[in-house]
């Protein structure tokens, strides 16, 4: 039972290129979530997906794109790296809408030069 | 709009003390839940403690207890025997119970013991 898995774990990007961060997790659980973490800022929720097949913004959507492929997999899309989104990249899964316990996966160290 | 403040970016605590980190958070709520999770430099975010507010009773895990305060909407982890692998950032995060079940966590309080 490996929980919430993200790849890659390191990326370094050039400013205006694409790439898409992986999320499975094999809990059975039916939301997942990706954040980002900035130094000082805490983790700050991007789009979540309350159920498979339905996705919605967080607090800072801009510059990104989901997508819920199956109850799985859950995929973060950049799709014209800016520096500013150079951070650290986490996603989380639960149960389901409504409870309360997120697990999360070991996160993504994205850096856009 | 919910928020949540950490006002401690940084403690220290010598091993087998005891050390208390504050959180306190802002919510016109009645029901919800509080969380403690720990980030090691592993970066792995790893849930240590989590409180229903309904419950006046604190809750406990090992070493690790919460005083929760809702009418003064606090919500302190204390870490009794401080051991080395405690060591890491610590984040208090709030969740409503209703409508919209999203995290909202303060910046972070980093922790480091001391041999």
């Known amino acids: 039972n490996a929980g919430v898995t993200q790849t890659p774990k390191f990326q370094v990007l050039k400013t205006g290129q694409s790439m898409t961060l992986q999320c499975a997790q094999d809990?059975?659980?039916?939301?997942m979530y990706w954040y980002r973490q900035d130094p000082g800022m805490g983790l700050r929720l991007i789009y979540y997906?309350?159920?498979?097949?339905?996705?919605d913004k967080g607090e800072v959507p801009n510059g990104y794109n989901v997508s819920r492929l199956n109850k799985r997999e859950f995929s973060l899309r950049l799709e014209s790296a800016a520096p500013s989104q150079t951070s650290v990249y986490f996603c989380a899964s639960s149960g389901g809408w409504g409870t309360d316990t997120q697990y999360f996966g070991p996160g993504t160290r994205l850096t856009v030069l | 709009a919910q928020t949540v403040t950490q006002s401690q970016p940084e403690m220290s605590v010598q091993e087998a003390e005891t050390v208390t980190l504050s959180c306190t958070y802002d919510?016109?709520?009645?029901?919800?839940?509080l969380f403690w999770y720990k980030q090691p430099p592993s970066r792995q975010m790893i849930l240590v403690i989590r409180?229903?507010?309904?419950?006046?009773q604190n809750a406990t895990e090992n070493r690790f207890s919460v005083n929760f305060q809702k009418a003064a909407k606090s919500f302190s982890l204390k870490i009794s025997d401080s051991q080395l692998g405690d060591t890491a950032m610590y984040f208090c995060a709030f969740m409503r119970a209703s409508g919209t079940y999203k995290y909202i966590f303060g910046t972070g309080t980093r922790l480091k013991v001391l041999a």
């Open positions: 997906s309350a159920s498979e097949g339905t996705t």
């Open positions: 919510t016109s709520e009645n029901n919800y839940y």
């Open positions: 809990m059975n659980h039916n939301s």
């Open positions: 409180q229903e507010a309904y419950k006046q």
